[in-house]
């Protein structure tokens, strides 16, 4: 279930009638925005009350995905990570939608060079946003939030495995890229010089051999903080 708790401690709220598992909690807007499997859900502090939630054809354009694996926002632009499935349940594409205040625009996973995965994580680092893309054959596909535009993605080419689980940036721009397989490390890009870095590994750097849960990383006060699913 969700709980509210109040600064000093005190409960003040709980509701287990959501499609979990919440993703992601950002706020946006004055209100507090729930990634679920079933649309963004909007909470109001002020009223303590529930907005409507924004689902495809209700808040969200129709191409967009019930399915929100991540939220992230500047305070100006918010992006939600979605997914659409076919009619026996199996994974079809990602679709990543962005909103700058006045309407959503989207872009579809799996084309245009893109790799097909799951939204998951994302992180702006230097001039572009990074989204993870989940999958076996997934990457990660970098957006300028100035325009809007699609600047490029990297695949397994240069990615040490699809399966994606979360990217972190540091205070002097270099992306962190984790994955969601055993023994595979960190990979390490620096966004100021476009260069691919050494990786983080278990024999070099004494990290744990285990698969990294689905944006489990975030880098803060000089430290690189890492979830891992044993």
């Keep these: 279930?969700?709980?509210?708790?109040?600064?000093?401690?005190?409960?003040?709220?709980?509701?287990?009638?959501?499609?979990?598992?919440?993703r992601e909690i950002v706020e946006?807007?004055?209100?507090?925005?729930?990634?679920?499997?079933?649309?963004?859900?909007?909470?109001?502090?002020?009223?303590?009350?529930?907005e409507s939630a924004l689902t495809p054809g209700n808040g969200l354009p129709n191409n967009m995905g019930d399915w929100v694996g991540e939220l992230w926002t500047d305070g100006n632009n918010l992006l939600?990570?979605?997914?659409?499935f076919a009619s026996w349940g199996g994974f079809q594409r990602g679709v990543v939608g962005y909103y700058d205040g006045n309407g959503w625009n989207t872009f579809n996973t799996g084309q245009n060079g893109i790799p097909n995965g799951y939204p998951l994580s994302m992180s702006q680092c230097g001039s572009y946003l990074y989204i993870g893309l989940f999958n076996n054959n997934g990457g990660i596909v970098y957006m300028d939030l100035n325009n809007y535009s699609v600047m490029g993605s990297f695949t397994t080419s240069v990615?040490?495995?699809?399966?994606?689980?979360?990217?972190?940036c540091d205070s002097v721009d270099?992306?962190?890229?984790?994955?969601?397989?055993?023994?595979?490390?960190?990979?390490?890009?620096?966004?100021?010089?476009s260069t691919w870095l050494t990786?983080?590994?278990?024999?070099?750097?004494?990290?744990?051999?285990?698969?990294?849960?689905?944006?489990?990383?975030?880098?803060?006060?000089?430290?690189?903080?890492?979830?891992?699913d044993d």
């Design 1 to 22: 279930g969700l709980e509210v708790y109040s600064p000093g401690g005190t409960k003040l709220g709980f509701w287990d009638n959501l499609e979990f598992p919440i």
């Design 28 to 50: 946006y807007d004055g209100l507090i925005l729930f990634a679920t499997e079933d649309g963004i859900e909007r909470f109001n502090e002020t009223s303590f009350s529930w």
């Design 80 to 84: 939600a990570g979605t997914a659409t």
């Design 159 to 168: 990615l040490s495995n699809g399966r994606v689980a979360a990217v972190a």
């Design 174 to 193: 270099t992306l962190y890229v984790g994955y969601d397989a055993d023994n595979q490390g960190i990979s390490k890009y620096d966004t100021a010089t």
């Design 199 to 228: 990786k983080l590994t278990s024999a070099a750097n004494n990290l744990p051999e285990d698969p990294i849960w689905l944006d489990a990383m975030a880098y803060s006060n000089g430290k690189l903080m890492i979830g891992y």
